[in-house]
């Protein structure tokens, strides 16, 4: 009888079904197909795994203790920088040749003498030396006596400025190569001409002293120190809103350095932090401060430890009164950090 009074009220004229309403409510508590506002920003980078790039093809970009310089030549081929200052501790070619043997392709690259890439070889297969002998004719002479800092004189430069969200975007036009190669630079003592060129980005790759010790607390400590001294001399040589990224690897003993208290220390704030992906610069190869592992024949071993595919963090560190806050972003404690991507 129960059974029955409940379908004849079910199918009475003036009573509402109830299956279909809870049917709309399951429905209505699907998760929407795109990520909701609360997690948009992870669940994007999750789905779509697209690499930060903290640097701009215009960007005055100094980079210190580059090793085999493939992160530099990586840059100005593949993402278009055009003023790049890259330094190493090396006093001369020979020495940092000595080192690292597969680095004359890239100092070639800095300097503006290498072949074209492979697209550029692919339009003529037919004339490849030709064509390659016509590349370096033409950037060697841009950077011969070149005193410009990579970009036109025009003034759009003030007005098209990527780190504004409202900014319209930079028109695109080819930048006047301007790269430069400086060996006998100590990180930690960086020579007043560099500090008066003010930089857009300073970049500083896996900084390490080396193995001056097999004790770890005295490891962290000479880094630790190597950083601080960095920071004193890098700081006086940003331009207006400008920042230095540090990239680092992720876990012990590199965790140890507690590298965001240092740079608060010195005046600085992390802006952000993210992973760090060798695939967004092509041909970039973890270069050790010692330099290649070689056998006991002396060779080059090719079965060496790879730096580039282990997880790697790279912080982007602006001074604080350029650090513009972020609207109901909640810290973790004992963070300064304005934001942190995966």
Known sequence: ??????????NAPNARPKRLPQQNKSDQKKPPSGPTKKGRGKQQHQSDDEPTIPFEPHHRVLLVGEGDLSFAASIIQHHGCANVTATVLEKDAEELLSKYPHAEDNIAVIRGDAAKT???????????????????????????????????DSEEDDYYDSDDPNAPPRPKRKLTPNNKLLYNIDATKLPNSLIRARFDRIIFNFPHVGGKSTDV???????????????????????????????????EPYTLWNVRDLARHAGLQVERSFRFQARAYPGYKHARTLGVVRNSKGEVSESG????????RSFVFKRKEDIVPVVGKKRRKGDDSSDDED
């Open 118 to 152: 492979n697209e550029a070889d692919k339009e003529d297969k037919e004339t490849p030396a030709k064509e390659s002998k016509a590349g370096e004719t033409s950037q060697s002479s841009h950077n011969e006596g070149e005193d410009t800092n990579g970009e036109s």
């Open 217 to 251: 607390n005295r490891q962290v400590r000479h880094n630790q120190s190597l950083l601080v001294s960095f920071f004193e001399r890098a700081i006086p040589a940003l331009a207006s809103d400008a920042a230095i990224v540090i990239t680092l690897f992720e876990g």
């Open 1 to 10: 009888m129960g059974k029955k009074r409940k379908l004849s009220h079910q």
């Open 305 to 312: 430890w790879r730096g580039e595919e282990r997880a790697s």
